[in-house]
């Protein structure tokens, strides 16, 4: 049963535990959101806070767990250092990122009249107040924070595996261990998903609530946009060939990448499209495949717009300096995150807490976005991420040699 479960494409699941949470609500089955009780005394949960819990309980142990194993064992395999190509795939990397941080910043201030979350009162999640840490308090906040303990502890731990020698058998469980993690989360996403809805929906005014959230395609949307654009631009002046080109050899990837919503199942689009663009394939696939872990764009700028739309909604006066922290520190966030579906959203957590939201209201504004997010946020991520993955690998790899020549030329 498991296994025929597995095989069915995530989105169809998640439409599916959608549709019946809303036939529920519309028959009036308001015992999924009740208390499970025994005469008067309480025993359990909701029904829907059950489903919503099975993913969000173990996510962020699981998580957790997968950024120290994945950056343990790729420290544990490396070998010299960057190396010349690689060196000029990740000013791209970064730049790309750096380009998604500036230009989400951008359209939240353009768009900042959004109400995209009810504030924690109207929630139930608290009364939104704020502390007043010094700006420094912020950052060591964020630097203490337990995703960036886990980076610590994975730079260790590879430490370690590289000094026992077992660097590749490290490698080969991070591989099973984020294998077992997708079939996690096809199994978990569409309980959450039908949990959150019914959750939502059971309060005064929850279908307005889920009518909110859709407004942030807007900056989210336009985001993405003028970055794919800027992506492009480069990767079409670097390459020196028409946008039609580059267009062709990125299209197909782009529809692997929105329909697995998965950076990791699309890498054999991603190796097709270095190779249309003139890159050697099996040459692009130890960069490409790098970046499908660290290197996230479109991650960037959905933890940065959710982020920062949450602060709002908290009240907290959000100052520029406050808001190229968020960018900076969703930035460092996402090359932590896990290449499958929805998996950064567990990581918002992390970035509300620190920027001084309660833990309550962060744990609502996580099981409220995940209702939309597998349906298209995390998708129209995904995309971002992989035709960054492949741009930045065929442009540097053609900045490479392009120097190379020059170099032998004199």
């Known amino acids: 049963m498991l296994r025929k479960i597995h095989d069915i494409p995530l989105l169809l699941l998640v439409v599916i535990a959608a549709g019946l949470a809303f036939a529920g609500w519309a028959v009036g089955a308001s015992f999924l959101a009740a208390p499970i009780m025994v005469g008067e005394m309480q025993i359990a949960k909701s029904i829907a806070a059950l489903a919503k819990d099975a993913l969000f309980v173990p996510l962020k142990p699981l998580m957790y767990a ?13 070998t010299g250092g960057l190396g010349a190509k690689f060196s000029r795939v990740i000013i791209f990397f970064v730049g790309f990122s750096l380009t998604g941080l500036a230009v989400g910043i951008l359209m939240f201030n353009l768009f900042s ?11 139930g999640a608290g009364d939104g107040e704020v502390g007043s840490d010094p700006y420094a308090i912020k950052i060591y906040k964020v630097l203490t924070s337990p995703l960036m303990i886990s980076i ?14 077992i660097g590749r058998e490290a490698d080969a469980i991070s591989d099973l261990f984020i294998k077992g993690f997708r079939k996690f989360l096809q199994y978990t996403i569409p309980l959450a998903v039908f949990g959150s809805i019914t959750l939502a929906l059971a309060k005064p005014g929850g279908v307005q609530t889920l009518g909110d959230l859709f407004p942030i395609l807007m900056p989210y949307l336009l985001t993405m946009g003028i970055v794919w654009i800027v992506m492009m631009a480069v990767t079409t002046r670097i390459q020196g060939k028409g946008f039609g080109f580059v267009w062709r050899g990125v299209f197909p990837q782009a529809v692997v990448a929105f329909s697995t919503s998965s ?16 890159a050697d394939g099996d040459e692009a696939t130890p960069f490409f495949t790098i970046g499908a872990t660290v290197n996230m764009t479109g991650t960037v700028i959905g933890l940065l717009l959710v982020s920062l739309y949450a602060m709002k909604a908290y009240g907290i006066d959000i100052a520029i300096a406050d808001m190229i ?17 929805s998996a950064s959203v567990v990581l918002l957590e992390d970035i509300l807490v620190s920027q001084g939201v309660s833990a309550e209201y962060a744990t609502y504004v996580t099981g409220l976005i995940i209702t939309i ?4 946020l995390d998708r129209l991520r995904t995309v971002m991420n992989t035709q960054s993955d492949s741009m930045s690998t065929v442009n540097g790899l053609k900045l490479y040699y392009k120097k190379r020549r020059v170099v032998e030329e004199t």
């Open 66 to 78: 997968l950024i120290i194993m994945s950056i343990g064992s790729s420290i544990a395999i490396s």
């Open 263 to 278: 950076s990791m199942a699309t890498l054999p689009a991603t190796k097709q499209a270095c190779d249309d663009l003139g």
């Open 325 to 341: 922290t968020v960018g900076l520190q969703s930035l460092v966030f996402a090359t932590a995150a896990a290449g499958t579906p």
């Open 113 to 123: 009249g959004l109400n995209i979350f009810a504030d924690p009162a109207s929630a």
């Open 152 to 165: 610590y502890a994975g730079v260790v731990f590879g430490g370690a595996l590289k000094r026992l020698g």
């Open 373 to 376: 997010d597998t349906l298209i």
